[in-house]
């Protein structure tokens, strides 16, 4: 376990080297709440479908894990995401002065549906899973990469998964990432967009999220 922790930290270095270069990376994904979601059972596998998004590089080095099982289902549901039709639909739908940012708006539209309608999807209440989740990233702390470790106070403090059942939430969460952005915040103001468009995202999201849980229920690497 020492050495899966210490080539976890060693690859999540090159990811803190990107992080740092110049601009903000708009293909980055940010839907941490829909990952959850998605996660294989246990905590290992929970914690790998957020660190996802914080470790870079090849996982082969790795020993095989549930979580460096669920680091890899998370890239691999990255990829179905970002050529799935319906979230194609959904880009086509941000303005096209924010095209080059659909894919981080549409992320976290998707998680504020995902909020909002949280019991459709799962037994446990998302004040219970949110607490649950946060519970995981303080008592692992020393585990998180840089990045995370630096975001986990915030998205604690903040309750990120909870608030994204509301719209004003989403809103200020994606006009603090365009404080990230060079020039201009396009962002900013971003969620009238989907204020605007908010039946059209919402037969997307409920398009593609059943599609999504059966991708990553079946895949291999969840087993």
Same mark, same amino acid.
């Given at each position: 376990?020492?050495?899966?922790?210490?080539?976890?930290?060693?690859?999540?270095?090159?990811?803190?080297?990107?992080?740092?270069?110049?601009?903000?990376?708009?293909?980055?994904?940010?839907?941490?709440?829909?990952?959850?979601?998605?996660?294989?059972?246990?905590?290992?596998?929970?914690?790998?479908?957020?660190?996802?998004?914080?470790? &870079?590089?090849?996982?082969?080095?790795?020993?095989?894990?549930?979580?460096?099982?669920?680091?890899?289902?998370?890239? &691999?549901?990255?990829?179905?995401?970002?050529?799935?039709?319906?979230?194609?639909?959904? &880009?086509?739908?941000?303005?096209?002065?924010?095209?080059? /940012?659909?894919?981080?708006?549409?992320?976290?539209?998707?998680?504020?549906?995902?909020?909002?309608?949280?019991?459709?999807?799962?037994?446990?209440?998302?004040?219970? /899973?949110?607490?649950?989740?946060?519970?995981?990233?303080?008592?692992?702390?020393?585990?998180?990469?840089?990045?995370?470790?630096?975001?986990?106070?915030?998205?604690?403090?903040?309750?990120?998964?909870?608030?994204?059942?509301?719209?004003?939430?989403?809103?200020?969460?994606?006009?603090?990432?365009?404080?990230?952005?060079?020039?201009?915040?396009?962002?900013?103001?971003?969620?009238?967009?989907?204020?605007?468009?908010?039946?059209?995202?919402?037969?997307? +999201?409920?398009? +593609?999220?059943?599609?999504?849980?059966? +991708?990553?229920?079946?895949?291999?690497?969840?087993?």
């Amino acid at each position: 376990m020492c050495g899966q922790h210490t080539l976890l930290r060693r690859l999540s270095g090159a990811a803190e080297s990107a992080h740092h270069a110049p601009g903000f990376d708009s293909r980055r994904h940010l839907n941490f709440l829909a990952h959850l979601y998605l996660s294989p059972p246990g905590e290992d596998a929970l914690l790998g479908s957020l660190l996802g998004d914080f470790v &870079k590089g090849p996982l082969e080095p790795l020993p095989q894990s549930p979580l460096t099982r669920a680091i890899a289902l998370h890239r &691999k549901l990255d990829l179905f995401t970002d050529s799935h039709p319906m979230v194609l639909a959904s &880009k086509a739908r941000v303005s096209a002065g924010r095209r080059r /940012f659909a894919g981080v708006m549409v992320d976290l539209f998707y998680d504020h549906f995902l909020a909002r309608d949280w019991r459709e999807f799962h037994d446990e209440p998302l004040d219970a /899973f949110s607490r649950r989740v946060y519970g995981m990233l303080e008592r692992r702390f020393a585990e998180l990469p840089p990045r995370l470790q630096r975001m986990a106070p915030h998205m604690i403090a903040g309750d990120w998964l909870g608030s994204y059942a509301e719209v004003d939430a989403v809103g200020e969460a994606l006009d603090r990432i365009g404080t990230r952005l060079r020039g201009d915040n396009r962002l900013y103001g971003s969620a009238d967009e989907l204020r605007a468009q908010y039946a059209g995202f919402e037969a997307d +999201f409920r398009d +593609f999220m059943p599609q999504a849980l059966r +991708f990553c229920r079946e895949h291999p690497l969840a087993r």
